[in-house]
């Protein structure tokens, strides 16, 4: 019986530290699935179904609910001048100022290569368009030791002023290119004006 036991406790144990490495592997995928590997933040699938979700639920007051488009200005030259390496500093550091910008209820999504996706809740538009001025202006005071300044472009786009979440995107994407050729390191929250 006491080798019964023992055999039995030893199935167990190591049935159990396999089902243990079975789960840490599926929080790793999932962490994987959902995160930007570099930044941590929330990659641009995860917060294209978090902005889907919230647009959803934006219902009778759709301008408290704000698509933000934010690109760095000439980081191609960073990545040129000081390696990529270097410019995936820049991309942490950034992503970290950000983020430490918004509330909880907010979210910061690296959406792709420079270029980030702000969700701001529970603001109104002249709320959303003073963080996202602060945000502008904290960027554009940060330095980074052995770094050129950087700036960033913002397009701001509130729910209020489409009908569904691609046509939110579209919208900040065009305000964001619209700062750019106003000439960089600003926010563009309407069709011709921008700080």
């Given at each position: 019986?006491?080798?019964?036991?023992?055999?039995?406790?030893?199935?167990?144990?190591?049935?159990?530290?396999?089902?243990?490495?079975?789960?840490?592997?599926?929080?790793?995928?999932?962490?994987?699935?959902?995160?930007?590997?570099?930044?941590?933040?929330?990659?641009?699938?995860?917060g294209?179904?978090?902005?889907?979700e919230?647009?959803?639920?934006?219902?009778?007051?759709?301008?408290?609910?704000?698509?933000?488009?934010?690109?760095?200005?000439?980081?191609?030259?960073?990545?040129?001048?000081?390696?990529?390496?270097?410019?995936?500093?820049?991309?942490?550091?950034?992503?970290?100022?950000?983020?430490?910008?918004?509330?909880?209820?907010?979210?910061v999504?690296?959406?792709?290569?420079?270029?980030?996706?702000?969700?701001?809740?529970?603001?109104?538009?002249?709320?959303?368009?003073?963080?996202?001025?602060?945000?502008?202006?904290?960027?554009?005071?940060?330095?980074?030791?052995?770094?050129?300044?950087?700036?960033?472009?913002?397009?701001?786009?509130?729910?209020?002023?489409?009908?569904?979440?691609?046509?939110?995107?579209?919208?900040?994407?065009?305000?964001?290119?619209?700062?750019?050729?106003?000439?960089r390191?600003?926010?563009?929250?309407?069709?011709?004006?921008?700080?």
């Amino acid at each position: 019986m006491t080798g019964f036991a023992a055999t039995l406790i030893w199935f167990l144990s190591a049935h159990g530290q396999s089902l243990y490495r079975a789960h840490l592997r599926s929080d790793a995928l999932a962490t994987l699935a959902f995160t930007d590997p570099l930044t941590g933040l929330l990659n641009r699938r995860s917060g294209h179904e978090k902005l889907t979700e919230l647009f959803g639920r934006a219902g009778a007051q759709p301008d408290r609910l704000a698509a933000v488009l934010v690109d760095i200005d000439h980081f191609k030259r960073v990545n040129d001048s000081l390696g990529h390496h270097r410019g995936d500093e820049v991309l942490i550091a950034l992503a970290e100022l950000m983020e430490g910008s918004v509330t909880p209820q907010d979210a910061v999504i690296r959406w792709g290569g420079e270029e980030f996706l702000l969700i701001l809740t529970g603001r109104d538009p002249q709320g959303a368009r003073a963080a996202v001025r602060q945000i502008v202006d904290a960027v554009r005071v940060y330095r980074m030791p052995g770094f050129p300044p950087v700036t960033v472009s913002a397009g701001l786009a509130l729910a209020s002023e489409v009908r569904s979440v691609p046509d939110l995107l579209a919208l900040a994407d065009e305000r964001l290119y619209a700062a750019k050729e106003a000439g960089r390191d600003r926010v563009m929250d309407r069709a011709r004006t921008g700080t």
